[in-house]
């Protein structure tokens, strides 16, 4: 077999590989004269039919078969024999014959890249550090009050936190719009839930009240027709209500599950819920900052197979609120920058695993996998579950081996720690928003 490789760039090849006729001719043979030791055909017994027979019928069907499975093979023994590790799929087209009967082929494709890590002590990250304090437990509680209120009607003008109940109709150039009415439809003024300068024209309304609002769209609004729009809409208000909100008692409690030490107990509930949730937005945050450092500090040329590869898989991850068609129409760019993020990342955590020779700790996993476990109503099934089935449990295994990578990375850097508050770290996503 002759090979030869000609590079395109960095990680492109062109491999043009030469199956000799014998190897090929050889293989037709062997496989027709295994043939004829089980072909009927008429006027000869089984195992008697003539040879030549045998190839006249059967021998193109053959060698086509012998051709396709040659050119895998052969693409396998070719990468092999000359060290390369393609990225992806090759393209193939069949090229010239320098002998009849030989197999000659052409195969595209790109190589994986050669990833030479920079020093680790060259980097730097900020690791926020908070505590859960009473001040912080009390929010909560009010948070979960909040989320108990109950509603009663009064006779006064509408006011933040107030929910306000309403009949709407939109008009567009004095035509009402799909979508633009509504009946008996409530609103907690302060929460955001309506367009802004729909919202802040509630206020102060009572109920009997009617009005025209001028009401003008965002021009990021997700229904094009009617963004950046100034539409009116005709209101009429047909109840104002107050929030009541429950007393925090051993009732309240109970109603969390909490069925022994009252309020205190409830308290302790929450505080340690809070904290665990802490805990996991700073080891988020400080993730988030490894990966996006080590990308940033270790540019990789990627194989844009690859990329391709994680952008499909990225595309079927949306899940089942969007069609297949819909999904399969949605344009590359919207996934491409994460794609090369994740594909880069892939080839660093692999090569940091390998030059610093980290070995999963089992230990680890088993913590991690009864944390997972400890969230559901039944968490011995879901160890279970994650026990029996490979993959999944390879999951597991693939987040606690990152997450050694993280503790690695940080203990050969500079880490600067940053005293935050509770609620600095939790909403710091919405306030970035």
Same mark, same amino acid.
């Given at each position: 077999?002759?090979?030869?490789?000609?590079?395109?760039?960095?990680?492109?090849?062109?491999?043009?590989?030469?199956?000799?006729?014998?190897?090929?001719?050889?293989?037709?043979?062997?496989?027709?004269?295994?043939?004829?030791?089980?072909?009927?055909?008429?006027?000869?017994?089984?195992?008697?039919?003539?040879?030549?027979?045998?190839?006249?019928?059967?021998?193109?069907?053959?060698?086509?078969?012998?051709?396709?499975?040659?050119?895998?093979?052969?693409?396998?023994?070719?990468?092999?024999?000359?060290?390369?590790?393609?990225?992806?799929?090759?393209?193939?087209?069949?090229?010239?014959?320098?002998?009849?009967?030989?197999?000659?082929?052409?195969?595209?494709?790109?190589?994986?890249?050669?990833?030479?890590?920079?020093?680790?002590?060259?980097?730097?990250?900020?690791?926020?550090?908070?505590?859960?304090?009473?001040?912080?437990?009390?929010?909560?509680?009010?948070?979960?009050?909040?989320?108990?209120?109950?509603?009663?009607?009064?006779?006064?003008?509408? +006011?933040?936190?107030?929910?306000? *109940?309403? &009949?709407?109709?939109?008009?567009?150039? !004095? @035509?009402?719009?799909? /979508?633009?009415? =509504?009946?008996?439809?409530?609103?907690?003024?302060?929460?955001?839930?309506?367009?802004?300068?729909?919202?802040?024209?509630?206020?102060?309304?009572?109920?009997?009240?009617?009005?025209?609002?001028?009401?003008?769209?965002?021009?990021?609004?997700?229904?094009?027709?009617?963004?950046?729009?100034?539409?009116?809409?005709?209101?009429?208000?047909?109840?104002?209500? +107050?929030?009541?909100?429950?007393? *925090?008692? &051993?009732?309240?409690?109970?109603?969390? !599950? @909490?069925?022994?030490? /009252?309020?205190? =107990?409830?308290?302790?509930?929450?505080?340690?819920?809070?904290?665990?949730?802490?805990?996991?937005?700073?080891?988020?945050?400080?993730?988030?900052?490894?990966?996006?450092?080590?990308?940033?500090?270790?540019?990789?040329?990627?194989?844009?197979?690859?990329?391709?590869?994680?952008?499909?898989?990225?595309?079927?991850?949306?899940?089942?609120?969007?069609?297949?068609?819909?999904?399969?129409?949605?344009?590359?760019?919207?996934?491409?920058?994460?794609?090369?993020?994740?594909?880069?990342?892939?080839?660093?955590?692999?090569?940091?695993?390998?030059?610093?020779?980290?070995?999963?700790?089992?230990?680890?996993?088993?913590?991690?996998?009864?944390?997972?476990?400890?969230?559901?109503?039944?968490?011995?099934?879901?160890?279970?579950?994650?026990?029996?089935?490979?993959?999944?449990?390879?999951?597991?295994?693939?987040?606690?081996?990152?997450?050694?990578?993280?503790?690695?990375?940080?203990?050969?850097?500079?880490?600067?720690?940053?005293?935050?508050?509770?609620?600095?770290?939790?909403?710091?996503?919405?306030?970035?928003?």
């Amino acid at each position: 077999m002759q090979v030869s490789v000609e590079s395109i760039g960095n990680l492109g090849r062109k491999m043009t590989v030469r199956v000799p006729t014998e190897r090929i001719s050889e293989e037709v043979q062997k496989r027709l004269r295994g043939l004829s030791k089980r072909i009927k055909m008429d006027g000869f017994r089984p195992g008697k039919v003539p040879f030549k027979l045998i190839e006249q019928r059967y021998g193109a069907g053959v060698y086509q078969d012998v051709v396709g499975e040659m050119m895998q093979t052969s693409f396998r023994e070719a990468v092999t024999q000359e060290q390369l590790s393609p990225a992806g799929s090759p393209q193939i087209e069949l090229g010239p014959q320098e002998q009849e009967g030989e197999l000659a082929y052409v195969a595209t494709f790109e190589v994986y890249p050669q990833v030479a890590l920079n020093s680790l002590a060259e980097l730097s990250f900020t690791r926020p550090v908070a505590d859960v304090t009473a001040a912080d437990v009390d929010r909560m509680l009010e948070t979960l009050r909040k989320q108990r209120r109950t509603w009663e009607t009064v006779d006064r003008a509408a +006011a933040e936190g107030d929910q306000i *109940v309403i &009949d709407f109709k939109g008009l567009r150039d !004095g @035509v009402a719009f799909e /979508g633009g009415q =509504a009946e008996d439809h409530a609103v907690v003024l302060g929460e955001g839930r309506l367009i802004e300068s729909f919202e802040s024209q509630l206020y102060g309304l009572s109920a009997g009240d009617e009005k025209t609002l001028d009401v003008v769209f965002p021009t990021d609004y997700q229904a094009e027709d009617l963004a950046g729009q100034t539409v009116q809409f005709e209101i009429k208000v047909k109840q104002v209500n +107050a929030s009541v909100l429950p007393v *925090v008692d &051993d009732e309240f409690a109970s109603a969390f !599950g @909490v069925t022994e030490g /009252g309020v205190e =107990a409830l308290r302790a509930e929450v505080r340690g819920n809070m904290e665990r949730e802490l805990q996991q937005a700073i080891k988020a945050r400080v993730k988030t900052q490894v990966m996006d450092a080590l990308a940033q500090h270790n540019p990789i040329e990627l194989p844009k197979a690859l990329v391709q590869d994680e952008i499909q898989r990225m595309r079927a991850q949306i899940g089942e609120s969007m069609s297949e068609d819909a999904r399969a129409n949605l344009p590359d760019n919207l996934f491409e920058e994460q794609a090369q993020r994740r594909v880069s990342l892939g080839f660093i955590v692999g090569e940091l695993v390998r030059n610093e020779n980290i070995q999963l700790d089992p230990a680890r996993v088993d913590v991690t996998l009864q944390g997972l476990a400890d969230g559901y109503e039944e968490p011995e099934e879901v160890v279970r579950y994650y026990r029996s089935n490979r993959e999944a449990m390879a999951s597991i295994e693939a987040l606690v081996l990152e997450d050694q990578v993280v503790d690695h990375v940080l203990s050969s850097a500079t880490v600067q720690d940053e005293a935050l508050s509770f609620d600095e770290i939790m909403n710091a996503d919405k306030k970035g928003a």
